[in-house]
C-alpha cells in the first residue's frame, strides 16, 4: 500500500483543503487561512490514527492545541488533539476512514461556536491549569457544595507531605498530622462557568480572574450564599489556597490558586483579596476525599454514612469487610475473637507477618489503611450479650461466620430484641460450590433458624446444604480435640461477595422488600424469595406478621 498517495488523494478531493508539500511521513496543507501539517503511519499500524500539527501558529485562540512546542522537518508545530483514547476502536477503521476522520474532526474543532470554544476549553481546563501549576495539595473536602474553611496539616515524620481538610471531616491518622496555622484554606464552588476559560501561554491568570469569579459582573459564578460567607469570613495568614470546583458536562474539575498577601492584618476575606495581594500561584489540587473518589469511579455514594457490622472476620468475613470498604462505606464494625492462622493465610486477607495476632485487628488496620476517613470499630467476641449493646446502632448486620451455632443464638436474640433492620446471614459450603445468602427483615416470617426446622417444627441439619454429610466429611480437615476446618477454596469467596455486594446496595436503595433466600453456585444465581419460611418454626413460626414485634418471642 503507497500510504502517501492515499492521504494526497484524500487532500486533493476536499475542495476546502490546499495541499502545500509532503514530507516522509506527512503532508502540509491549508485550511481555513492556518497551515497543517497530518502526520500519518504506515497501514500494518492499525491500532493507531494520523496525527495533526498546526504550523507556525503561536495564537492560543483554540482547545485542543497542545501548549507544547515540536520541531518536524525544522519547522515549529504544536499538536492538536483531536480523539479520546477510551471513545473509538481504532482497528475497527481502514487506512482510508482513519484519515477522512482525522480531517472531518478537524474542520469541526475549527468551526465550532463561540459557546463551544468555551465548552471545550473547559473540558480540558485541567490540562492547562496543571501545566501551569508549579506545586500541587492534597485536599479533603466535605461532601456537600458549599463554602467551606479548610486547615493545613504536614506530616510529622516526613515533613514534605501537606494537607487541607476541611473542618467537619474526621481522619483516622490525625496523630501523623501537625497544624500550620499561617496557612489558610477555602473552597469555593462555582455555579455558572460562563466566560471561565483556563491559563494559556502568554495568559496566565491574574487577580482579575479570580474576583471575576468571587465578585464579578454580569454573572453571578458563586452562590449568594458562598459570596455572603466570604464577606463575613475571618482570615489573616500570610498564605491561602483558594480552591475552585466548577462542574462541565457532569464532570467535576477542582483548581487551586495558593495567594499570598503583603501583611497580616486581620480582614474579612473578600476585603483582603480585593487589596492585599501580592502574588498568586496556580496549585493541582489533588481531591482525596471519601466522597469523592467514591464518586469518581461510580460507587453509590448513599453508602457512605451508612454503618454495617459485620460478624465473623474469617476468610469470606474478611473478604466482604474489605470489599464494603470499596464500594462506599466507611463506618465498620467488626467482630470476631479468632487469631491468624498460617493454614488459613491463603484464603484470608490477612498476610503471614500477623500470624497470632487477632483478625480484627489486622483487618482494622488494613482498612484503615486504605483511607484516612474509613473508621473500623473492632469486637474481639461474638457473643449475644455484645452484640445486644450495639443493634441498634447499626444500619445493616452482616454475618459471616461459619458456626451456625453462633447463628442460630443471636438470631434469638433479635426476635427477642424486637430488631426492627436488615440483617443478612452468608456462609459457604464445603468444597467450594455452593454458597448461600439469606436476608431478614424481623418485622416479617422468616428467620435463620427457619431454615433448620422441618414441617412438624423438628429442628435438623440446615435444609438448604446441597452437600451430603458424606462429602461434608470429605472436606473437613480436622486440627485434633475436637477442633475442625472446612475446605472450600478461593473463588467462592469472590463469587460470594460479589452477589453480596449488590445486595447491599439494593438494601440502602429500598428495593429489598421481601425476606429471601438465595442461592449461589459457580453457573448461576437463584433467587428463591421467602420460600425458606417454616410456619412451625419455633423461633418466628405461628406469629401474626403485623403483630411479631408486640408478641412475646417465647
Not at 65 to 83: A, G, P, S, V
Request: glycine share 4%; charged share 30%.
Amino acid at each position: 500500500m503507497d500510504e502517501k498517495y492515499i492521504v494526497k488523494s484524500i487532500l486533493e478531493a476536499d475542495s476546502d483543503i490546499t495541499i502545500i508539500s509532503h514530507a516522509d511521513g506527512i503532508s502540509y496543507f491549508e485550511l481555513f487561512g492556518s497551515e497543517y501539517g497530518i502526520r500519518y503511519f504506515p497501514e500494518k499500524e492499525r491500532t493507531k490514527f494520523p496525527a495533526i500539527v498546526v504550523r507556525n501558529y503561536d495564537k492560543y485562540d483554540f482547545p485542543h492545541i497542545m501548549t507544547f512546542e515540536l520541531t518536524i522537518n525544522d519547522d515549529i508545530c504544536r499538536c492538536i488533539c483531536l480523539y479520546e483514547d477510551e471513545k473509538i476502536v481504532k482497528y475497527l477503521y481502514s487506512y482510508e476512514e482513519k484519515i477522512i476522520e482525522t480531517l472531518r474532526r478537524l474542520k469541526a474543532l475549527l468551526q465550532l461556536t463561540e459557546r463551544e470554544i468555551e465548552t471545550e476549553f473547559q473540558k480540558e481546563f485541567l490540562h492547562y491549569w496543571n501545566g501551569e501549576a508549579e506545586t500541587e495539595v492534597d485536599v479533603y473536602l466535605n461532601k456537600e457544595r458549599c463554602f467551606q474553611r479548610l486547615n493545613l496539616y504536614q506530616d510529622k515524620k516526613e515533613g514534605i507531605y501537606f494537607r487541607f481538610v476541611s473542618s467537619s471531616i474526621k481522619l483516622n491518622n490525625v496523630k501523623a498530622y501537625r497544624h500550620i496555622a499561617n496557612v489558610e484554606g477555602f473552597y469555593v464552588p462555582i455555579i455558572d462557568n460562563r466566560r471561565i476559560f483556563p491559563p494559556v501561554k502568554g495568559k496566565a491568570w491574574t487577580m482579575r480572574e479570580v474576583m471575576d469569579i468571587i465578585d464579578g459582573k454580569p454573572y453571578s459564578r458563586i452562590s449568594r450564599d458562598t459570596f455572603d460567607k466570604i464577606l463575613i469570613e475571618k482570615s489573616k495568614a500570610a498564605k491561602i489556597l483558594l480552591i475552585f470546583e466548577m462542574i462541565v458536562e457532569q464532570q467535576s474539575y477542582n483548581f487551586g490558586l495558593l495567594v499570598e498577601f503583603c501583611n497580616q492584618t486581620k480582614d474579612n476575606l473578600m476585603s483582603r483579596l480585593k487589596k492585599c495581594v501580592q502574588k498568586i500561584t496556580p496549585c493541582v489540587v489533588n481531591r482525596c476525599d471519601y466522597y469523592f473518589l467514591n464518586k469518581l469511579i461510580g460507587n453509590d455514594t448513599s453508602l457512605i454514612d451508612k454503618k454495617v457490622a459485620v460478624v465473623g472476620c474469617g476468610s469470606l468475613g474478611s473478604y466482604v469487610a474489605e470489599d464494603l470498604v470499596k464500594v462506599g462505606v466507611k463506618n465498620l464494625f467488626l467482630y470476631d475473637s479468632d487469631r491468624v492462622t498460617y493454614a488459613n493465610i491463603l484464603r484470608h486477607k490477612a498476610i503471614l507477618e500477623w500470624e497470632g495476632y487477632h483478625k480484627v485487628g489486622y483487618m482494622k488496620s488494613r482498612l484503615e489503611a486504605i483511607h484516612p476517613e474509613i473508621f473500623v470499630e473492632i469486637k474481639g467476641n461474638m457473643l449475644a450479650d455484645t452484640l445486644k449493646d450495639d443493634i441498634k446502632k447499626y444500619d445493616l448486620i452482616i454475618f459471616t461466620v461459619g458456626s451456625s451455632d453462633v447463628q442460630l443464638a443471636l438470631n434469638r436474640v433479635f426476635i427477642e430484641e424486637r430488631y426492627n433492620k436488615l440483617v443478612i446471614y452468608v456462609w459457604l459450603e464445603a468444597g467450594g460450590k455452593d454458597s448461600h445468602i439469606l436476608i431478614v427483615d424481623y418485622s416479617k416470617k422468616g428467620c435463620f433458624e427457619c431454615l433448620f426446622t422441618d414441617s412438624s417444627g423438628k429442628l435438623v441439619n440446615n435444609k438448604v446444604n446441597k452437600l451430603s454429610d458424606e462429602r461434608i466429611e470429605r472436606y473437613t480437615l480436622k486440627n485434633g480435640c475436637g477442633a475442625t476446618r472446612v475446605a472450600y477454596g478461593t473463588s467462592v469467596l469472590l463469587r460470594t461477595t460479589s452477589v453480596l455486594l449488590d445486595i447491599i446496595q439494593k438494601i440502602f436503595n429500598n428495593e429489598v422488600n421481601e425476606n429471601s433466600l438465595i442461592n449461589i453456585s459457580p453457573i448461576k444465581v437463584v433467587n428463591n424469595g421467602n420460600s425458606f419460611v417454616e410456619r412451625e418454626c419455633k423461633c418466628c413460626g405461628n406469629r401474626n406478621e403485623t403483630k411479631m414485634h408486640q408478641d412475646d418471642p417465647s
